[in-house]
């Protein structure tokens, strides 16, 4: 009886962390298609007006606008990582100031994961795997930041 517990507790030791890998890749995944469709759907308001919409908004607040462009779609729930999208402008981040950004910020009661391992993660998939470069980074309040242009 004993031995049975014993190999039941090895297989459960063993699994353990490749659940954890499959979430911490099931939430980066989610992360990388929302912010693929929030880019397409800002990129092609962009496109037929000629500038960006207007940012600013508060985190998970719909963007002016953008009804007819984001939809249905995750923006105003929680993101897969905690905090809440938001849409900036001309926003200062880490010592430039960029034309169009997507943030997730965090929110009472709703943070940011500050799991580095899953935001190197994101930015490994979608950028350039350096949480201080590229067009995934962390910005003010450590947020992270993705951008649209720069």
């Known amino acids: ?6 190999i039941i507790g090895i297989l459960a030791a063993a699994s353990v962390p490749a659940l954890k890998k499959n979430a911490q890749n099931a939430r980066s995944s989610a992360v990388m298609n929302d912010l693929r469709v929030f880019s397409g759907a800002f990129q092609a308001y962009a496109q037929e007006h000629g500038d960006w919409p207007p940012g600013g908004g ?4 719909f963007p002016p606008g953008m009804d007819g462009y984001l939809g249905p779609t995750n923006w105003s729930r929680t993101s897969p990582i905690g905090g809440n999208y938001q849409f ?4 200062p981040q880490a010592g430039g100031r960029y ?6 910020s965090s929110t009472p009661g709703n943070p940011v994961s500050p799991d580095y391992n ?6 490994t998939k979608l950028d350039d795997g350096n ?8 910005g ?3 947020y992270p930041v993705f951008v649209l242009e720069h």
């Open 1 to 6: 009886m004993s031995v049975v517990v014993l």
């Open 58 to 61: 508060d985190p998970g607040a």
């Open 88 to 91: 900036a402008t001309q926003s």
């Open 99 to 104: 034309a169009a950004v997507i943030i997730i």
């Open 118 to 123: 899953q935001l190197s993660d994101i930015d």
């Open 131 to 138: 949480l201080t470069s590229g067009n995934f980074f962390l």
């Open 140 to 142: 003010y309040r450590n």
